[in-house]
């Protein structure tokens, strides 16, 4: 009742008087935490975090903020640790661990650990762009070319009809400087779907982006005059060409 009149000091006096007479209260730990913790004293916070959750090393509530503490002040790999644990023993919520620890390993340069978790997360959500693309990135650090373009494959093969897998496949390609791979992609996938509106201004562009102008803009326009092409489309390409 006191902390939520607003009295913290109060609040935080009672707390501490708890904890002198029973310093094996995980709660009273766990509370004192989160009030530091809201007021910006991280470390107090974090201290009495770790403590709560040696009294009751099994409470999820503890271990979720604790690594959350952590990652506030990039210590990552006790953060992965604890994250690494929920992930056995919360399972409900696996999905969002194998996020943070994807992300955690990533930001420490421990690739096959970023893809390891990757892999998790998109067992439990399927496959998705913004994995694959995450992926790529890590197969091209650890200089494994063939799997980072198995990601895009297995992406294109996950949503045939989506075209804009396909462009993003021979865009790639050509970030990597492999020019003709990439622009093998785009007659390929155009031999697919003839005429396809997505496919042809993303394939304009990658010729601008080469240097032939003339051919991109003559992509760029045959959507323009397409009569079955969507209107918003146009829209969107009419404000690119004007930039």
Not at 58 to 80: C, F, G, P, T, W
Request: charged share 30%.
């Amino acid at each position: 009742k006191q902390r939520q009149a607003g009295a913290i000091r109060a609040a935080v006096d009672n707390l501490y008087r708890c904890n002198s007479l029973d310093n094996n209260n995980s709660e009273v730990f766990a509370v004192l935490a989160d009030i530091n913790m809201n007021n910006n004293y991280t470390a107090a916070a974090i201290d009495q975090m770790r403590k709560a959750t040696e009294l009751e090393p099994h409470n999820i509530d503890y271990k979720i903020s604790l690594a959350n503490y952590l990652v506030n002040v990039y210590e990552l790999r006790e953060a992965a640790k604890l994250y690494e644990e929920l992930v056995k023993e919360d399972h409900k919520r696996k999905n969002i661990y194998y996020y943070y620890l994807a992300n955690i390993y990533s930001t420490m340069n421990e690739h096959e650990k970023a893809i390891g978790a990757w892999d998790a997360f998109e067992e439990e959500e399927g496959v998705n762009e913004t994995i694959s693309q995450q992926k790529f990135k890590l197969y091209l650090k650890l200089k494994k070319e063939k799997k980072a373009f198995a990601e895009m494959d297995k992406l294109i093969k996950s949503a045939p009809k989506e075209t804009k897998y396909i462009a993003l496949k021979g865009d790639l390609y050509l970030a990597i400087g492999k020019e003709k791979l990439g622009e093998q992609c785009y007659l390929d996938g155009l031999k697919k779907f003839p005429g396809d509106p997505t496919l042809t201004i993303q394939y304009g562009y990658f010729l601008m982006e080469v240097g032939r102008n003339k051919e991109g803009m003559v992509k760029l326009l045959s959507v323009l005059q397409d009569p079955k092409a969507d209107y918003v489309l146009k829209q969107g390409l009419l404000t690119r060409i004007a930039e």
